[in-house]
């Protein structure tokens, strides 16, 4: 059964649950650089939460690329549970960020033009979730992220 998930902006009390998912061993990020990469999101850019029950059990963060003119979003990391994958939880995280961003251009008089992100060649359910919702892959890089690993640059037209 699909949880009922409420997607929210994440705010400074969330940090330390942040911190925890995203130093976890599967992310190859200690908790110093963790915090790092949490509080300048928390401070400076975008963190939305798929909540259930109050548990963080998803997460996606974004920013806008370059200036506020330039119409380009990034999302930078998109994050579930692993128990709770494959429920639409990444999916809706996902269509909110690309609705924000769509929304954050537009209210500043810019138009919206793309959201990129990256990810890893072997993340296949990933990949079918991004093309899903309209993102095509534009590039592979060798070695980007992952000395060894392919990532590949996705792009979404808005």
Avoid at 103 to 125: N, Y
Wanted: glycine share 8%; charged share 30%.
């Amino acid at each position: 059964m699909v949880p009922a998930v409420d997607i929210t902006t994440a705010s400074k009390a969330d940090a330390p649950r942040l911190i925890e998912i995203f130093s976890s061993t599967d992310l190859k990020t200690s908790v110093e650089e963790s915090r790092w990469f949490v509080n300048c999101y928390l401070d400076y850019h975008h963190v939305l939460l798929a909540k259930v029950n109050g548990a963080i059990l998803g997460a996606c963060l974004w920013r806008i690329e370059g200036e506020r003119y330039s119409g380009l979003g990034w999302v930078e990391n998109l994050w579930v549970e692993e128990e709770f994958r494959k429920l639409g939880i990444g999916e809706k995280l996902l269509a909110r960020a690309i609705k924000e961003i769509r929304d954050f251009f537009s209210d500043h008089g810019v138009k919206p033009r793309k959201v990129v992100l990256m990810t890893q060649e072997e993340r296949k359910s990933a990949r079918t979730l991004y093309e899903k919702l309209g993102f095509r892959n534009v590039a592979n890089i060798e070695g980007m992220y992952d000395p060894g690993g392919h990532d590949m640059l996705y792009m979404l037209d808005l």
